[in-house]
């Protein structure tokens, strides 16, 4: 693949409009695509595209390839791969931006598998390096406690990027590009897995990943009880509720309240941690949070080198002391 | 015919050691520990040997754990024996220190795996809690060319199939594929069991197969790296924190209420 060129990103498409997690690639993308001096181009896979589509090139994209196949109405992994592959065959990319949602965990190193080239993965920044035209990755690794600055050795160089690492572009509708239409054929034999059934187990109230303010709860809370003293004060500031690992292991909440390596990523305005020490594995979900609170009764809790502010002491009189006066100041 | 189901697993500095002691050489681009903090099995591999010996609780099957590395505490590397595990296959060379490249390691437990004459279900861990790559486990599925389910909580077979509750963002979605298939497993899957001290006898007694990598079938090409690692720093933290402090405990929690508010944050 001696004529590589350009940027692919695996974009994707909710209810017909264009995620946020493309917004997110194609902000990365713009930006190397422009010390490169190549294009943008992205994958929207699935039928009814063509709305976000539109919205690619207004958010930063040069090229929108709608790649159809009644197969990809519903997102299947197998089909899915099998797409990207003959995408990729077909547009030799220099480099594959993709996000690392739930879906791109698994997307990003198979693909790479399949194309037989490495994969940075969990990438918070990525760069070029001009005088060779290497993409360099940063990433977290040992939970977070130390980055690794890595770059893949084969073309295409595929990156996987954390949701949030990047803010969208402001979208610009007079921004011009090309759509093409790019029809894949699917064996449906291919299909090694499938789903038997969903059973949603969303948190309580506002939605973690878009709540502008969130409170989460840790090991030291001792319990499932004290995470509805953290409900009643989310309700009153409308905050969404989180917990560290522990306290879903313990069982108090389910894995949806989970933030982290291996929970959600947010970045709200501010994280309110209650009883929560702020091991690295934890951090690494939320340390794109703008203030962190903490409330520790260890001063020499982890957690005090992230906050912003923080109270030193029993979380069973702190909460009930600042959830009172929170809702004095209110209510007028 | 027993259910053949091999488990992959490494090991790894252990992550819970205490931050102080977690250091890197710069030069090595290796993180370094101190002597008196002994490596672990990774914890989801953990998880993984859990969902094997639950299978093999109620049914006839045999479990092999198989691992690469540089070298190997033998006695952290039993435990999933001690745990219940019937066999240990470790793949040890010198030249295996590169753990950051998943492709490398994902050809040679593939290859160790055909070597072993393949298995009816392979179960590993989501992710290595040292490089965080979550990379293998699929590979080896690729590279198999076999069925992969991820981020198992709960792991069932039936003659022909595997049916696992696989986590998604809001719950769990019932996934199933025929076998032979590789799931990986997170820490929802629960606690994994004690080693007993009978499991620990018989760990001592049994002899691990060591392998090296001339011992597997590797073609050059896939020996080639994929990744360079340029870098590996700790990064900088370079928030202060204020202390509220007023005259007791809950004091204190009003005039954290108060900055906020002043803060516009609330
Ligand atoms: C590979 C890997 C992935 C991981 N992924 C995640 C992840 O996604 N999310 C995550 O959260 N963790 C994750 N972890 C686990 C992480 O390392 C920590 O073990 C975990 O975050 C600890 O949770 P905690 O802070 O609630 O508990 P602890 O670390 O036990 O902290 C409890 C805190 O509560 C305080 N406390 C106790 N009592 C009181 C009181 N009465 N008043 C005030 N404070 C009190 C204590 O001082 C302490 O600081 C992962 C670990 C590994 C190895």
């Given at each position: 693949m001696a004529d590589a060129a350009g940027i692919l990103i695996v974009g994707d498409v909710i209810d017909g409009q264009l995620g946020s997690t493309s917004k997110e690639l194609l902000a990365a993308g713009r930006q190397i695509a422009n010390n490169l001096n190549e294009s943008v181009s992205i994958a929207l896979l699935g039928s009814s595209t063509e709305t976000a589509g539109t919205q690619a090139i207004e958010s930063g994209a040069d090229i929108v390839y709608l790649?159809?196949?009644?197969?990809?109405e519903s997102y299947h992994i197998d089909f899915h791969l099998a797409a990207l592959k003959s995408l990729v065959d077909e547009i030799s990319p220099r480099i594959i931006l993709m996000g690392r949602t739930a879906e791109g965990r698994e997307l990003a190193p198979r693909l790479a598998f399949r194309l037989g080239v490495g994969l940075a993965q969990d990438c918070l920044e990525v760069s070029i390096d001009t005088s060779n035209q290497t993409l360099l990755a940063n990433r977290p690794v040992y939970g977070g406690s130390a980055v690794a600055v890595v770059s893949c050795e084969q073309t295409p160089q595929i990156a996987a990027i954390r949701p949030k690492a990047y803010e969208p572009l402001?979208?610009?509708?007079?921004r011009s590009g090309e759509t093409v239409s790019f029809p894949v054929e699917l064996d449906?034999?291919?299909?090694k897995t499938k789903v038997t059934n969903v059973v949603k187990e969303e948190s309580e109230g506002v939605k973690l990943e878009d709540a502008r303010i969130v409170i989460a709860g840790g090991r030291?809370?001792?319990?499932?009880?004290p995470f509805s003293d953290l409900q009643n004060l989310a309700d009153i500031l409308g905050a969404g509720v989180g917990a560290s690992r522990a306290a879903v292991d313990s069982g108090w909440?389910?894995?949806?309240y989970q933030v982290g390596l291996t929970g959600k990523t947010i970045t709200p305005e501010i994280y309110i941690t209650v009883a929560?020490?702020?091991?690295s594995q934890h951090m690494?979900?939320?340390?794109?949070?703008?203030v962190i609170v903490a409330i520790n009764k260890?001063?020499?809790?982890?957690?005090f080198k992230d906050a912003k502010y923080g109270v030193v002491g029993d979380w069973e009189t702190i909460l009930p002391a600042f959830t009172e006066t929170v809702r004095e100041l209110t209510q007028d | 015919m027993p259910l053949k189901i091999g488990v992959l697993a490494k090991q790894v500095i252990?992550?819970?050691?205490?931050?102080?002691?977690f250091s890197i050489d710069a030069t090595a681009k290796e993180v370094t520990v101190p002597s008196t903090i002994p490596p672990v099995v990774n914890g989801f591999d953990e998880n993984a040997v859990e969902a094997a010996l639950q299978i093999k609780d109620s049914q006839e099957a045999t479990v092999t754990v198989i691992s690469s590395g540089p070298s190997f505490a033998l006695d952290v590397m039993k435990k999933p024996l001690s745990m219940g595990a019937d066999e240990l296959v470790l793949i040890q060379?010198?030249?295996?220190?590169?753990?950051?490249?998943s492709f490398f390691t994902a050809r040679l437990l593939s290859s160790a795996i055909e070597k072993l004459g393949g298995f009816d279900l392979i179960i590993c861990g989501?992710?290595?809690?040292?490089?965080?790559?979550?990379q293998v486990p699929l590979g080896v599925a690729e590279l198999l060319g076999v069925a992969c389910i991820s981020l198992g909580r709960k792991v069932d077979v039936t003659p022909n199939s595997v049916i696992v509750e696989k986590i998604i963002p809001d719950g769990y979605e019932v996934v199933e594929a025929d076998l032979p298939a590789l799931v990986t497993v997170s820490n929802e899957l629960g606690q994994p069991r004690y080693p007993t001290l009978r499991g620990i006898m018989a760990a001592t007694r049994k002899k691990p197969t060591i392998w090296s990598a001339s011992d597997l079938d590797l073609d050059a090409a896939s020996l080639e790296p994929r990744l360079k690692l340029h870098d590996l720093f700790v990064p900088e933290r370079d928030q202060i924190c204020e202390i509220i402090e007023g005259d007791d405990d809950a004091d204190s929690a009003r005039l954290l209420a108060l900055k906020l508010r002043e803060a516009k944050l609330i």
């Amino acid at each position: 693949m001696a004529d590589a060129a350009g940027i692919l990103i695996v974009g994707d498409v909710i209810d017909g409009q264009l995620g946020s997690t493309s917004k997110e690639l194609l902000a990365a993308g713009r930006q190397i695509a422009n010390n490169l001096n190549e294009s943008v181009s992205i994958a929207l896979l699935g039928s009814s595209t063509e709305t976000a589509g539109t919205q690619a090139i207004e958010s930063g994209a040069d090229i929108v390839y709608l790649v159809n196949n009644p197969a990809l109405e519903s997102y299947h992994i197998d089909f899915h791969l099998a797409a990207l592959k003959s995408l990729v065959d077909e547009i030799s990319p220099r480099i594959i931006l993709m996000g690392r949602t739930a879906e791109g965990r698994e997307l990003a190193p198979r693909l790479a598998f399949r194309l037989g080239v490495g994969l940075a993965q969990d990438c918070l920044e990525v760069s070029i390096d001009t005088s060779n035209q290497t993409l360099l990755a940063n990433r977290p690794v040992y939970g977070g406690s130390a980055v690794a600055v890595v770059s893949c050795e084969q073309t295409p160089q595929i990156a996987a990027i954390r949701p949030k690492a990047y803010e969208p572009l402001e979208t610009d509708s007079n921004r011009s590009g090309e759509t093409v239409s790019f029809p894949v054929e699917l064996d449906t034999s291919i299909a090694k897995t499938k789903v038997t059934n969903v059973v949603k187990e969303e948190s309580e109230g506002v939605k973690l990943e878009d709540a502008r303010i969130v409170i989460a709860g840790g090991r030291g809370l001792g319990g499932p009880e004290p995470f509805s003293d953290l409900q009643n004060l989310a309700d009153i500031l409308g905050a969404g509720v989180g917990a560290s690992r522990a306290a879903v292991d313990s069982g108090w909440v389910p894995y949806s309240y989970q933030v982290g390596l291996t929970g959600k990523t947010i970045t709200p305005e501010i994280y309110i941690t209650v009883a929560i020490s702020g091991a690295s594995q934890h951090m690494a979900g939320c340390s794109g949070s703008k203030v962190i609170v903490a409330i520790n009764k260890d001063s020499e809790a982890n957690i005090f080198k992230d906050a912003k502010y923080g109270v030193v002491g029993d979380w069973e009189t702190i909460l009930p002391a600042f959830t009172e006066t929170v809702r004095e100041l209110t209510q007028d | 015919m027993p259910l053949k189901i091999g488990v992959l697993a490494k090991q790894v500095i252990d992550p819970d050691m205490p931050t102080a002691a977690f250091s890197i050489d710069a030069t090595a681009k290796e993180v370094t520990v101190p002597s008196t903090i002994p490596p672990v099995v990774n914890g989801f591999d953990e998880n993984a040997v859990e969902a094997a010996l639950q299978i093999k609780d109620s049914q006839e099957a045999t479990v092999t754990v198989i691992s690469s590395g540089p070298s190997f505490a033998l006695d952290v590397m039993k435990k999933p024996l001690s745990m219940g595990a019937d066999e240990l296959v470790l793949i040890q060379d010198d030249g295996f220190k590169n753990t950051i490249d998943s492709f490398f390691t994902a050809r040679l437990l593939s290859s160790a795996i055909e070597k072993l004459g393949g298995f009816d279900l392979i179960i590993c861990g989501r992710q290595a809690s040292d490089w965080d790559n979550a990379q293998v486990p699929l590979g080896v599925a690729e590279l198999l060319g076999v069925a992969c389910i991820s981020l198992g909580r709960k792991v069932d077979v039936t003659p022909n199939s595997v049916i696992v509750e696989k986590i998604i963002p809001d719950g769990y979605e019932v996934v199933e594929a025929d076998l032979p298939a590789l799931v990986t497993v997170s820490n929802e899957l629960g606690q994994p069991r004690y080693p007993t001290l009978r499991g620990i006898m018989a760990a001592t007694r049994k002899k691990p197969t060591i392998w090296s990598a001339s011992d597997l079938d590797l073609d050059a090409a896939s020996l080639e790296p994929r990744l360079k690692l340029h870098d590996l720093f700790v990064p900088e933290r370079d928030q202060i924190c204020e202390i509220i402090e007023g005259d007791d405990d809950a004091d204190s929690a009003r005039l954290l209420a108060l900055k906020l508010r002043e803060a516009k944050l609330i």
